[in-house]
């Protein structure tokens, strides 16, 4: 089984830079044809995609936030990041790194000053 673990402020300023972290363990984040999400869900909302990094290391992101949103990775701690800058508080939201079909908890980030 897959575990992955979300982690970074809870809290972030509207204009800032929200970034995360997935530690995963059970599996290399390079395995051959594993696929690494972050999906976000606001408030009362559905869950939204946001991009994936790829086990050779290339990234997609969703149309919507492409502009705004990079996904890397570190190899050697077998974790792979989100930032998402210029942030508002519509990116207020539970965010989740995912690998199907293993979901992290999710993490709670708002943004508000």
């Known amino acids: 089984q897959v575990l992955l673990e979300e982690s970074g402020p809870g809290l972030v300023k509207p204009s800032q830079t929200l970034s995360l972290t997935c530690t995963v363990s059970g599996a290399s984040i390079t395995t051959n044809y594993y696929f690494w999400h972050w999906v976000r869900q606001p408030p009362g909302k559905g869950l939204e995609w946001i991009g994936r990094m790829s086990f050779s290391g290339s990234p997609i992101y969703s149309p919507s936030l492409k502009s705004r949103t990079s996904i890397s990775r570190n190899t050697s701690k077998n974790q792979f990041t989100l930032q998402l800058s210029s942030v508002t508080p519509e990116d207020t939201a539970v965010y989740y790194c995912?690998?199907?079909?293993?979901w992290g908890r999710g993490t709670q980030v708002t943004v508000s000053s």
């Open positions: 995912v690998r199907l079909p293993d």
